[in-house]
């Protein structure tokens, strides 16, 4: 589409320089994001609300503050768009699902107020699968969102809206939430950076639960400075999550050109046995540029990674049918009325609730029950520490483990919908990380056949500074064909 | 580990749909039971490990008594409370009658 | 202990209690609403007691200082502990699940020793969140006629100690001992004002009955809906008879779930013959677990100072120094009201032991507040004027209401009611002047005759405007004769 308003933004950082000095405006920056998101987002459906009246008051008074010569904070003036499952306080909130449908959150999540604070300007909410259960994004109660690079296939999931407005060049950084793979696997697939920190270092306050023990809140960007940056600026203690861990984390956009020199990087055998070969290829290569920029490179075996999988559906979908009990139509959200509040609560629920999260809610309740719960949750989690030890010994020998984030490239809409066993799968090599409460990142890497493979970068706890040293400099070593932004392409147009 | 059947059967879809508060169709439940049963085939895996020797992790972090004090902080307004209500009277949430008791 | 009911010898009742204490902090468990009873509905609110979609639970650190002070109480071991959630739906559950404790609970043992020596076993107590409060609308307030309910959550969150006793409890009277006695080591520990009528401390009783002298227990039921000691004790007898009456019938129990109607006086059956509720307990991923320290635990120990028993004990031994019978219901009484520091005070000023306590449990306890705040020392001094015979027993209690009504000197008021101590001269000349004016009465008791001594006696008395002590001026008649 030739004389479209699509233009490559300028990244976070440069953008907010620009702002924070006066020498661009923020009305102006929003104004260029919205009209992106005007002319292409028909075709991709990366957003469930774009919040336009409120993006441009917000840029204004982004101005106003640099005018009267305050500073707005590192994120001035940058257009971000947030997953829709962040509660954000007078804005429509849906997590991908009917039951939710035209909710309004009286509250902000902890990160939404952490963006806003440093002067980032919301756009919209993004399209997810439904309560962010899904690699694909064709969950969503509202309709899938299309992969900027092949309107035909999936941007992954479960964040895939956040992964394809980055991608899409709408907007430099996203925030998404990542509980199996749902950051790094759309990431991947969108050739984006997306980064899942430490569980417990960002807040989970506002962020609406799918399994309590595995979810983190994280971001996309084009670069990885921006996700360091928007890491940096949504990272640390928050009173209000008691799982949130009481560190005050050193600023990584300082870490990042520290290189790789004597690093021991471990790059795991197992997930390179059953990914395509022009994914095995592209880890490959990766190993190769971090050898070549002076890290220490070794293939490693971490069997009990492979046990993850299981584990994780015994493990989230019992979290899950917990944490989506609430959803039964008498204080907010979808009522379906019936003779009695039983009835009115299983009609409500059923007319809510897709078939992915009915499966797992039966899954999650079925583990639970009485009779089963050691067999399987106990088992699980007993399993989780065999995960954890994995790593840790893994960690004994190497600082980084690296290796793919998705088994394949992105696939078609409709390939994986009719076995849920075969989308599933998708998550085989970020699940192990949210088992261990791990950090890990995925880094866009190479080009097959036209679509983006990223490289996954794995760390210990509170590892981000190496792991993003890491990231830096396989950013510099990628294809850069292999990285967004790119003009969202239409159906049909060949590649 | 003692041996757990691993198969999901209509009648286990039946149980988690009640207590689950889902409302099935006839047909789904079979689809369901199907697709239910093939999943904890594959996830029943790990069933069978002994993990007799292997502490169980509920949680990734080593932290404990996280604590509040008992300082009275802000509420909600009732207003944008009840505004997100299905059905609201005099102040309060109005849910249809309750038949069963409080478990 | 064996309670022989009328018409049905030979059979045992037995009973466990679970009490549910609302715990007296500032603010709710896991937010920081308001902790206050009575508000408009709906007003202490916010996301987390909602239980809106994103919320998290924070834990109150007051509630388990709280509960901790509790399990000391009661002697439990205070352990390490976690929460897990308890799945469940029903309107008045924000999430549909409460936060609660399971096998870990944060208090495990302990004993309760009532008022007459007996001893009831603690099982456990533990923390958990309240839920809110549902109003049925239409068909008489009554649950199944109901066209609708009305759902308030003020109280949805308020923090909650469970306190479950063993199934030790052996009679209605000693159930309601029983909830007196904790009542009381609540109050002590500051935890709870153990205001039942405000529903402060709910009752769920867990009866059976078995043959007298029997090993095994019965099947129980569980009784709920206890508003009061006085519902607490009826039910424990309805409920007994009841199963006796269908045992000796030659049935069975049924375990279920049974609801005391205050009206009728009778239980009747709630649940229908359904199975075990299936709760899917599970570890709180939202909350990391909870260790007192040893410190903290001695820190509350020392601060607790001495429980009821304890302090009945105490008080006990000052009173029964002459050997003489301990009467334990004023015992039970003035530490039940927390006046036994009033009394240890006005003794440690000179007060002698019964008498303060006689006065303390029969008279200041009317005013429990005012009693409190009394000053020992002005006890003892009132005490004391009556133990000498300078104020009768009417005149003292008199004295007392004056000083619990608006405090001041026992002299003082003695004086102001017209109660001037009868000096010793006094006395006598009244003496001398009542049986000047009763010759032939006063020849009659010098003859030994005790019945005129009431009418001499009454004459004195009315001479001296009540003034005199009865007992002296017994004495000094007596004294006289001789």
């Known amino acids: 589409m030739s004389g479209s308003t699509w233009e490559r933004p300028l990244d976070a950082v440069r953008t907010a320089r620009a702002v924070r000095s006066g020498e661009m405006r923020a009305r102006d920056v929003v104004s260029a994001a919205l009209a992106r998101i005007a002319a292409h987002e028909g075709a991709l459906h990366c957003f469930n609300t774009v919040t336009t009246d409120d993006a441009v008051a917000a840029a204004e008074r982004i101005d106003a503050v640099v005018a009267a010569g305050k500073d707005p904070g590192p994120l001035a003036g940058v257009p971000i768009a947030l997953k829709d499952n962040l509660c954000t306080r007078g804005i429509v909130t849906t997590a991908g699902s009917r039951i939710l449908e035209g909710w309004v959150p009286p509250y902000d999540a902890t990160v939404v107020r952490s963006v806003a604070a440093a002067g980032a300007v919301v756009v919209g909410k993004t399209n997810l699968d439904e309560f962010a259960m899904g690699s694909s994004t064709e969950n969503s109660a509202f309709g899938p969102t299309h992969n900027p690079w092949d309107p035909n296939r999936v941007p992954g999931g479960s964040s895939g809206g956040s992964a394809a407005a980055v991608a899409a060049g709408f907007v430099p950084i996203a925030l998404g939430s990542d509980t199996g793979g749902s950051i790094r696997q759309p990431a991947s697939l969108c050739g984006v950076v997306g980064v899942k920190p430490t569980y417990g270092l960002v807040s989970r306050y506002g962020l609406i639960a799918f399994a309590s023990s595995l979810d983190q809140i994280g971001p996309f960007a084009v670069t990885v400075a921006d996700a360091a940056t928007l890491l940096d600026v949504v990272a640390g203690h928050d009173p209000a999550d008691s799982t949130s861990l009481d560190v005050r984390p050193e600023p990584l956009t300082k870490l990042l050109d520290e290189g790789v020199e004597g690093l021991r990087v471990g790059v795991i055998s197992d997930f390179l046995v059953d990914a395509s070969p022009s994914v095995a290829a592209a880890v490959h290569d990766a190993a190769e540029a971090l050898a070549g920029a002076g890290a220490i490179v070794e293939e490693v075996a971490v069997p009990s990674l492979m046990l993850g999988l299981s584990a994780y559906y015994l493990v989230a979908p019992a979290e899950a049918s917990s944490n989506l009990a609430r959803y039964d139509g008498v204080r907010y959200g979808l009522r379906v009325d019936g003779p009695d509040v039983e009835q009115m609560n299983a009609r409500t629920r059923s007319a809510g609730f897709g078939p992915e999260v009915k499966r797992r809610i039966m899954l999650g309740t079925y583990v639970l029950s009485a009779g089963y719960y050691d067999a399987y949750y106990g088992q699980a989690q007993r399993v989780r520490t065999l995960v954890a030890r994995g790593f840790a010994e893994a960690y004994t020998r190497f600082d980084v483990l690296v290796g793919p984030t998705s088994p394949t490239v992105a696939f078609e809409i409709g390939a994986k919908t009719q076995d849920p066993l075969a989308m599933y799968l998708s998550d085989l090599y970020t699940i192990p990380t949210n088992l261990a409460g791990h950090p890990a990142l995925s880094v866009p890497f190479a080009l097959s056949e036209g679509l983006p493979v990223g490289v996954q970068v794995l760390a210990p706890s509170l590892g981000e500074g190496r792991m993003f040293r890491v990231a830096a400099v396989l950013e510099r070593g990628a294809d850069p064909a292999a990285r967004g932004p790119i003009e969202p392409r239409l159906a049909g147009v060949p590649r | 580990m003692p041996e757990v059947s691993a198969s999901f059967s209509r009648d286990d879809v039946v149980y988690v749909a009640r207590l689950a508060r889902l409302e099935l169709e006839p047909g789904e439940v079979d689809l369901y039971a199907g697709q239910l049963a093939s999943i904890l085939d594959h996830v029943a895996a790990v069933t069978g490990l002994d993990t007799s020797a292997v502490p169980a992790t509920a949680h990734p972090l080593e932290i404990e008594n996280v604590l509040r004090s008992d300082t009275p902080g802000s509420t909600l307004a009732r207003d944008e409370v009840l505004a997100q209500a299905p059905r609201a009277e005099g102040g309060r949430f109005r849910v249809p009658p309750i038949l069963g008791e409080v478990p | 202990m064996t309670t022989d009911r009328p018409g049905h010898p030979g059979w045992e009742v037995v009973v466990g209690l679970e009490v549910h204490c609302e715990l007296s902090t500032e603010t709710k468990l896991f937010c920081s609403c308001p902790n206050a009873f009575g508000a408009e509905p709906n007003t202490n609110v916010c996301p987390v007691c909602l239980g809106l979609p994103g919320s998290l639970p924070v834990l109150n650190a007051r509630a388990v200082e709280f509960a901790v002070r509790i399990g000391v109480a009661l002697g439990s071991r205070v352990e390490a502990s976690i929460f897990h959630r308890k799945n469940y739906f029903y309107p008045d559950m924000p999430k549909d699940y409460q936060i609660s404790q399971y096998d870990e609970p944060i208090n495990v043992g302990g004993c309760v020793e009532l008022a007459d020596g007996s001893r009831i076993g603690i099982v456990r107590a533990h923390i958990e969140e309240d839920t809110g409060k549902t109003t049925h609308v239409g068909g008489g307030g009554r649950i199944h006629d109901a066209d609708y309910a009305l759902v308030d959550y003020n109280r949805a969150g308020v923090p909650l100690v469970e306190i479950v006793s063993a199934p030790d409890i052996r009679s209605a009277d000693q159930a309601r001992s029983y909830v007196n006695e904790l009542r009381a080591i609540l109050i002590a520990t500051g935890a709870s004002d153990g205001r039942m009528e405000e529903g402060s401390l709910r009752i769920d009783a867990n009866i059976s009955v078995r043959p ?271």
């Open chain 3, 212 to 482: 007298a002298g029997s090993d095994e227990y019965g099947t129980r039921c569980e009784v709920k809906n206890l508003n009061s000691l006085r519902s607490l004790g009826r039910a424990v007898d309805y409920e007994a008879v009841r199963q006796i009456e269908v045992l000796a019938a030659g049935g069975t129990v049924v375990q279920e779930t049974r609801h005391w109607n205050e009206e009728e006086g009778r239980t009747s059956s709630l649940r229908s013959k359904e199975e075990a509720f299936d709760y899917r307990y599970f570890a709180e991923p939202d909350l990391v677990p909870l260790a007192p320290s040893e410190a903290e635990i001695d820190a509350v120990t020392a601060d607790l100072g001495p429980l009821p028993a304890a302090r009945r004990h105490r008080l006990g031994e000052l009173v029964g120094t002459d050997g003489s019978p301990i009467p334990v219901d004023q015992l039970a009484t003035v530490v039940g009201l927390g006046l036994d520091d009033l009394v240890l005070g006005a003794v440690g000023h000179g007060a002698d032991p019964r008498l303060a306590l006689a006065r303390a449990a029969n008279e200041a306890a009317n005013r429990p507040a005012e009693a409190r705040s009394l000053d020992p020392v002005a006890f003892a001094e009132l005490i004391t004027l009556e133990a000498a015979g300078q104020l009768s027993a009417t005149q003292s209690k008199a004295v007392l209401a004056a000083m619990l009504e608006g405090g001041g000197e026992p002299r003082q008021i003695a004086a102001r009611l017209g109660f001037e101590a009868l000096g010793d001269a006094e006395l006598e000349a009244a003496i001398d002047a009542a049986l000047a004016a009763h010759p032939a009465e006063w020849a009659r008791f010098k003859g030994g005759d005790a019945k005129v001594a009431q009418f001499l006696l009454g004459e004195v008395m009315r001479a001296t405007r009540g003034r005199a002590n009865g007992k002296v001026v017994a004495a000094s008649l007596e004294a006289r004769r001789s």
